[in-house]
């Protein structure tokens, strides 16, 4: 079933909903973004069903990157699960105990700088690789929904949300800086995959230091 699914992947258009998450207000700060400690919302799944969404936070980090000699802030991206006793805040047990104890994970990235949507896409790819994560059949269709989606502007954010729909399929929701938001429908390791960006094998040290700072909790 799980080749099925994922070798069909099913892909709808923008959504009718103006926001995928309503974040709560926070007191505790990283790099001048506000964390939210929590996050609720309503999705249509792939039967065109509600899904009520409640997520909480279970870390925030800052990802840098060299660019000529300056480590520069790309981005604040906050974690968010349905299961924060279900975390394992480890960097062994991270990503396999969200995959697998949560039924809805979101990353909330906040842009501290300006960059293409081409460039985020190539950023994800980058980190897929060192995961050896497969390029192709969902992971080439979030790539392509990314890089065809609005530019990571600088002070926006952009949301990804992934809910499992029973033990075979995930849907992933995808809201870019200007509100819009694409959605499909992909196989039961899509969390694993996606995840791997942040919480599997670092692609360099500026991702190393934001897992790092994703396992600790902030509120």
């Known amino acids: 079933m799980n080749q099925i699914l994922a070798a069909c992947i099913l892909v709808t258009g923008l959504s009718a909903q103006a926001s995928l998450l309503n974040f709560t207000a926070g007191t505790k700060k990283l790099a001048g973004v506000t964390l939210s400690p929590s996050a609720v919302g309503s999705v249509q799944n792939s039967k065109g069903a509600a899904t009520e969404v409640k997520v909480t936070l279970l870390g925030a980090g800052l990802r840098e990157k060299k660019v000529l000699i300056v480590d520069a802030k790309v981005y604040t991206a906050e974690l968010f699960s349905d299961n924060e006793a279900g975390f394992v805040r480890t960097a062994d047990g991270a990503l396999t105990s969200l995959a697998q104890n949560s039924n809805a994970v979101a990353l909330k990235i906040t842009m501290l700088r300006t960059v293409s949507a081409s460039q985020l896409a190539t950023s994800f790819e980058e980190a897929l690789q060192?995961?050896?994560?497969?390029?192709?059949?969902?992971m080439k269709q979030l790539l392509t929904i990314v890089e065809n989606s609005a530019d990571g502007v600088s002070g926006k954010s952009l949301i990804m949300l992934m809910v499992k729909e029973g033990a075979d399929a995930t849907t992933i929701y995808y809201e870019d800086t200007e509100g819009a938001v694409k959605q499909f429908t992909g196989s039961s390791s899509l969390i694993n995959k996606v995840m791997a960006?942040?919480?599997?094998?670092?692609?360099?040290?500026?991702?190393?230091?934001?897992?790092?700072?994703?396992?600790?909790k902030v509120y």
Do not use: F
């Not at 060192?130 to 969902?138: H, P």
């Not at 960006?197 to 600790?216: E, H, R, T």
């Open 197 to 216: 960006i942040w919480l599997g094998q670092p692609v360099d040290k500026g991702l190393s230091a934001c897992k790092s700072q994703l396992l600790q």
């Open 130 to 138: 060192a995961n050896e994560i497969s390029l192709e059949g969902e």
